[in-house]
């Protein structure tokens, strides 16, 4: 079977965002100052052959231990759907 999975990594709300704070930043330039605490991350989507939805499962989240994601700094959440 094909699943598609769905990731999202973003950095752990105790690591600073330089990227989110810059964005945060320039939102007030835009008068846009209602929009605060701007965290930027990375969307990643996969494609992976499977037994079932418990092994597509299990693989995706090596991936994202091993690879995707840096959990020293990032968390990680994905969700898997039928190809």
């Not at 008068?31 to 939805?53: D, F, M, Y």
């Amino acid at each position: 079977m094909k699943f598609i999975a769905e990731i999202d990594v973003m950095p752990l709300k105790e690591i600073l965002d330089p990227q989110g704070k810059a964005v945060t930043g320039s939102m007030k330039n835009l008068g846009l100052s209602e929009i605060q605490n701007v965290r930027i991350g990375k969307h990643i989507t996969l494609e992976v052959t499977a037994e079932n939805e418990q092994a597509a499962h299990d693989k995706v989240d090596t991936a994202c231990k091993k690879l995707l994601a840096n959990l020293i700094m990032e968390q990680y959440i994905f969700t898997l759907h039928l190809a």
